[in-house]
């Protein structure tokens, strides 16, 4: 089992079933895991703000910070893998209310309108998600068979969304 | 029912709203409603209590709520007319929601909403202002017997 | 297997939401039939059979309650499920349809997820 960290401003699409993607310290992050069952392709995105109109040069180095950015590309980089967006499966995680640097609450419910605004805009809907309240979470996301894990600051780890039956075409 | 009672409702009734089919954010409070261009619904309601509520967006906030409700990717893809119908239903939502949280032993109706020119009526009506993340918008309500 | 489907709304613009959310919650939609009102609804009815019907409850003409109550007294269309969607999110009236036949209720405003569930849970399929 190899574990590949995704770090803040990061997305990472796998399609070894030995591989599993985690990211750690979701606060008011949004963290975003997508997988395709037939094809056994998954990615993670964990993205910190929502529009990239605010910095356009640095969405240009950093896509992976913005929702806008971010999203469109998590999708793109799983379909070069063989994934296919009416068989994927969506789960989120993240949106806490805390304190940035800025003295900035209400980040995280900005952050999931931004996610849902564009899913719903892609035609894709949400099958399990973890947000708001004002733990910081860990996720992870098992490429072998679709399953993801959510640990909410320190609390036991529990599977979010439901199992993913294998074998579904 | 008391004035700040009602604006209250108001906004939470909005932003609930705003926030899960919209995908819009109240971003604080304004002076007055929207200037320039805009789209504005009026819809009555009977029930106890009975009354009018109405709603006025910049026309720049419609087109982009209108595109957000529909799943449409830009704003330009949608027609006037269906501006107008989303911000009808918008109006229709944000009513029932409001009705919904106060406090009635009798059920509510309310009537199929009406585009119009966004006139806040003189007298009797409470409002709020406010600036979305997209826009402004003004809401009323006038209850019936004050 | 292919559904049948009657939206019954007076906003065309949640119609075609409706809708929407139905086509990407993975159901196949064989037909999907749309009324202004109850009345009209009724009507389309008598015409078309359909595995289940949305509807909503402030409308003119023929609002949600009284279609419920007429679909319930028809033998013919008694058995199709109906989900309710409005924006009363009262315990009366949601208590009221609940009590006339109404299989699943989803309150306005909505996540599509809501609908997702209240359709698979009243059609006993799940999509996953």
Redesign the interface.
């Known amino acids: 089992m190899r574990s590949i960290i995704v770090g803040v401003a990061d997305c990472q699409v796998s399609a070894d079933p030995e591989t599993v993607l985690v990211t750690y310290a979701l606060g008011s992050c949004i963290a975003v895991t997508i997988y395709d069952p037939v094809a056994r392709v998954g990615g993670m995105l964990h993205y910190m703000l929502p529009e990239s109109s605010i910095d356009a040069a640095m969405a240009k180095e950093k896509p992976f910070m913005f929702a806008d950015t971010g999203i469109p590309l998590l999708f793109r980089t799983a379909y070069n893998y063989g994934a296919e967006k009416k068989r994927m499966?969506v789960r989120v995680a993240g949106g806490a209310q805390v304190m940035d640097d800025q003295g900035v609450f209400d980040i995280g419910r900005r952050n999931y309108l931004a996610l849902?605004k564009i899913l719903?805009k892609a035609?894709?809907?949400?099958?399990g998600e973890h947000v708001g309240g004002t733990n910081s979470r860990t996720m992870r996301l098992e490429i072998a068979t679709g399953a993801v894990w959510l640990r909410d600051a320190g609390a036991q780890e529990v599977q979010l969304g439901?199992p993913?039956?294998q074998g579904?075409v | 029912m008391a004035e700040t009672g009602a604006g209250e409702i108001l906004c939470a009734a909005a932003q609930?709203?705003l926030e899960?089919?919209?995908f819009t954010t109240i971003v604080g409070e304004r002076q007055g409603p929207p200037e320039g261009p805009a789209v504005a619904a009026r819809v009555s309601f009977e029930g106890s209590p009975s009354g009018t509520f109405g709603l006025k967006l910049s026309a720049e906030a419609a087109r982009a709520i209108?595109a957000n409700?529909?799943?449409v990717e830009n704003d330009e893809e949608v027609s006037a007319a269906?501006t107008g119908?989303?911000i009808?239903?918008l109006a229709?939502?944000v009513?029932?929601?409001m009705?919904?949280r106060v406090e009635?032993?009798s059920?509510?109706?309310?009537?199929?909403p009406q585009l119009d020119a966004g006139e806040e009526p003189s007298d009797g009506a409470v409002a709020r202002y406010l600036d979305l993340d997209n826009g402004a918008l003004a809401l009323w309500v006038r209850f019936d017997g004050q | 297997m292919g559904y049948r489907v009657l939206i019954v709304d007076?906003?065309?613009?949640?119609r075609?939401?409706i809708r929407?959310?139905i086509v990407?919650?993975g159901f196949d939609l064989e037909e999907c039939l749309e009324a202004e009102h109850g009345g009209e609804a009724c009507r389309l009815l008598q015409e078309r059979p359909v595995d289940v019907i949305l509807t909503d409850i402030?409308?003119?003409v023929m609002?949600g309650e009284r279609f419920l109550e007429a679909i319930k007294a028809d033998q013919s269309l008694e058995a199709i499920p109906v989900v309710v969607v409005?924006?009363?999110?009262?315990e009366?009236?949601i208590r009221?349809m609940l009590e006339l036949g109404a299989q699943g209720y989803v309150?306005?405003?909505?996540?599509?997820?809501s609908l997702?569930g209240e359709l698979e849970r009243v059609l006993g399929v799940?999509y996953?």
Do not use: Y
């Open positions: 499966i849902r719903w035609g894709v809907l949400i099958h439901p993913i039956p579904r | 609930q709203v899960t089919m919209f209108a409700f529909l799943g269906q119908e989303v009808c239903e229709n939502m009513c029932g929601a009705l919904s009635s032993g059920t509510f109706q309310i009537a199929h | 007076d906003s065309p613009a949640m075609s939401v929407r959310v990407l919650s402030n409308m003119p609002n409005s924006t009363d999110a009262t009366h009236r009221r309150t306005k405003p909505f996540f599509p997820e997702r799940n996953g």
